[in-house]
């Protein structure tokens, strides 16, 4: 298993205060700091996926639990109203993200903002977060917003515009969890509903739309 380079920063304070217990012959300060290191380091974990799925499948961005189907317009998508799949990540999730389809990165925004609870259905729009479109080959577009929650410090992008990604790439993580929302052509058909678990590049989410015959 990896981790995000991410972690560093957080996990650092609690290695040295580690060791520093242990050099001044305090164990419980030692055991207690490490065991908050490893811990936090979990949260930055990047566990290998296997991918499995079909090809045109859609495979789920994020690791959580879907708390809603809608469908939303955009204009970055264009003037049709798209499926939108809302996936919570709770502190216990994997926090990186993956690329749900193979593409490129035509649009990469980030907006700063709150930092209220991910199940509110303002979230999208007052709390800080990152929001990256994909153009697969035929033109179709996807997209995929990172929300921060309560407990989420950052957002994080690695797709800047222009970046071509192969599907389940790393495409970022959410420092500490929280949302993410997948938006999909209307013509693709689910494969998920509400209350479902996903896991992160490995989930099937949408099929393609099936060629006339």
């Not at 996990?11 to 065991?35: E, H, N, R, S």
């Not at 929280?178 to 989930?203: F, H, M, N």
Request: positive net charge; glycine residues 8%; proline residues 8%.
């Amino acid at each position: 298993m990896r981790f995000a380079r991410e972690a560093l920063p957080f996990v650092l304070p609690f290695v040295l205060l580690a060791i520093a217990g242990a050099g001044f012959g305090k164990p419980k300060l030692a055991v207690g700091a490490g065991v908050l290191a490893l811990a936090v380091l979990l949260f930055f974990r990047i566990p290998a996926r296997r991918e499995v799925a079909e090809s045109g499948a859609v495979l789920a961005p994020a690791n959580g639990v879907i708390t809603l189907i809608d469908k939303v317009q955009d204009d970055s998508l264009g003037p049709e109203p798209y499926h939108r799949i809302v996936t919570f990540l709770s502190v216990f999730n994997v926090h990186v993200q993956r690329a749900p389809m193979g593409g490129t990165v035509i649009e990469s925004t980030y907006t700063p903002g709150r930092k209220v609870a991910a199940f509110r259905a303002d979230a999208a729009e007052v709390n800080e977060n990152h929001w990256i479109v994909l153009a697969d080959a035929e033109g179709r577009r996807f997209g995929v917003r990172q929300i921060a929650g309560l407990l989420a410090r950052r957002v994080v992008s690695y797709c800047p515009v222009e970046k071509v990604v192969e599907r389940g790439e790393l495409i970022g993580l959410i420092k500490f969890g929280s949302r993410v929302d997948l938006y999909l052509p209307p013509s693709y058909e689910l494969a998920i509903q509400p209350g479902q678990k996903l896991v992160e590049g490995q989930t099937v989410v949408a099929l393609p739309p099936k060629p006339p015959q």
